[in-house]
């Protein structure tokens, strides 16, 4: 007998919405307080305006709320390097984790 929750999955998702859920939820929830720590010790530092990386992420946390689809690629593209040619030579070592438009303008 079929539980009211487990409608059909979508062709893309072998699982139904409520069994995603029941799934993944304490993973994501544990995810999403983190996230809300991270921003807390930003807020409590204090002194100064977000830098590029910043900016992405709250760009990024935009994403999450708008409702719209693929949101893991979209919050991706916001945070890479969009230029298709490779820079001679790279100006620290390491990565950054978000793209600052402002690197390459001198």
Do not use: N, W
Not at 1 to 29: I, K, T
């Amino acid at each position: 007998m079929a539980m009211p929750d487990a409608a059909p999955a979508s062709p893309g998702c072998p699982l139904s919405r409520a069994q995603v859920v029941d799934a993944y939820f304490m993973e994501h929830r544990a995810r999403l307080l983190d996230l809300a720590a991270f921003l807390d010790r930003v807020d409590r530092a204090g002194g100064g305006e977000d830098d590029f990386r910043m900016r992405a992420f709250r760009a990024g946390v935009a994403v999450l709320q708008d409702g719209r689809p693929e949101r893991a690629r979209r919050i991706l593209e916001l945070l890479s390097d969009p230029s298709t040619e490779p820079i001679a030579k790279a100006g620290m070592k390491g990565a950054t984790g978000a793209h600052d438009p402002a690197a390459g303008k001198a």
